[in-house]
């Protein structure tokens, strides 16, 4: 009982605060507060726990103790997913089309999906956002797989996609890009995931949208597919999806025999993710680092590495 009027009293300070804008950092002084929504993504390690737990969570932003305003399931928050394929990928990639179509039609009804394809140019919306889910479904084609259809890296084409969630409202979001990873708009060394400028924007952008990306490595056609370079792309693809709290899929250096074990991983770690909505006290603009720890022992969690406001 005194457990419950603890989190009721803690509760009601959080929303005083939320409704004043202003909060109070380490130093003692006041600061504005703004609240920042993050996806999380919970994970049981006792198989036998598979429904969705009410979680305590431990959160610092920068550091520093933030207090958590709400924690969103799947069913109270629907998700809001973008499917990205890059044009160019080799021609065994085409039977995974009806794979991809079915994933997006079996989404949990309210979910919202949107489907594009990164080419040479621009990003090709073949559906925009929307919770019709069939029509969504029915957009996804092979890719072209042609080395023409090249995009100029495919980081510039992910920003794009990005920047169609702005539209959408908050909550669970996710993206899955079917990619090389490789950016060698400005040579080798910038398809290194330390040295790709439009990977670190890919990052940035996500993070400020809250956009968890699920990335799944297959090579183009007519690339010399050399070993260096498709590792790097791989190497990417890892950093983009770790920060962002999505996960990286890949089978050695070649097209994966099947995308259907990676589907129903990505479907799983979907169907547990939550949205959480904390009070940010640091108004400075730029990266600011979190770390999220569950209370609880038996669970892991999967979580940004931080935002940039």
């Given amino acids: 009982m005194e457990t419950r009027k603890f989190k009721i009293l803690l509760a009601a300070a959080a929303f005083s605060i939320l409704l004043t804008g202003l909060s109070y950092g380490q130093d003692g002084k006041s600061r504005g507060a703004k609240p920042v ?3 999380v993504t919970i994970r049981v390690r006792d198989s036998k726990l598979v429904e969705m737990r009410i979680v305590d969570y431990l959160l610092r932003e920068d550091g520093e103790m933030q207090t958590i305003l709400s924690v969103r399931p799947p069913t109270d928050s629907p998700m809001t997913l973008a499917v990205l394929i890059q044009d160019d990928l080799v021609s065994s990639v085409s039977v995974e089309a009806k794979g991809l179509a079915n994933f997006i039609r079996n989404q949990p009804g309210g979910s919202r999906a949107m489907v ?6 621009t990003l090709e919306v073949r559906r925009k956002f929307t919770n019709e889910l069939q029509r969504v479904a029915e957009s996804v084609r092979p890719p072209q797989g042609f080395a023409s259809a090249a ?3 495919p980081y510039v084409e992910i920003i794009e996609g990005l920047k169609r969630f702005d539209s959408q409202p908050l909550g669970r979001r996710a993206m899955i890009v079917v ?3 490789v950016d060698l708009s400005r040579g080798f060394d910038s398809s290194t995931p330390g040295q790709s400028i439009d990977l670190q924007r890919a990052i940035t952008e996500a993070q400020r949208r809250s ?6 490595f297959a090579p183009t ?5 050399s070993t260096a370079i498709n590792l790097n792309g791989q190497s990417c693809l890892e950093r983009l999806s770790n920060e962002t709290g999505g996960k990286a899929f890949f089978q050695g250096l070649g097209a994966p025999v099947s995308f259907d074990p990676f589907l129903r991983e990505i479907d799983t770690l979907m169907s547990k993710q939550v949205a959480l909505t904390y009070l940010s006290t640091h ?3 730029g990266f600011h680092r979190l770390d999220i720890k569950p209370l609880e022992k038996d669970v892991e969690i999967r979580h940004p590495a931080g935002y940039t406001r």
């Fill in 37 to 39: 929504t993050v996806p």
């Fill in 116 to 121: 594009g394809y990164i080419r040479q140019g």
């Fill in 151 to 153: 995009p100029f890296n």
């Fill in 179 to 181: 990619t090389d990873g």
């Fill in 211 to 216: 956009v968890a990306i699920y990335s799944i």
């Fill in 221 to 225: 056609a007519g690339s010399s597919n």
């Fill in 283 to 285: 108004t400075n603009k």
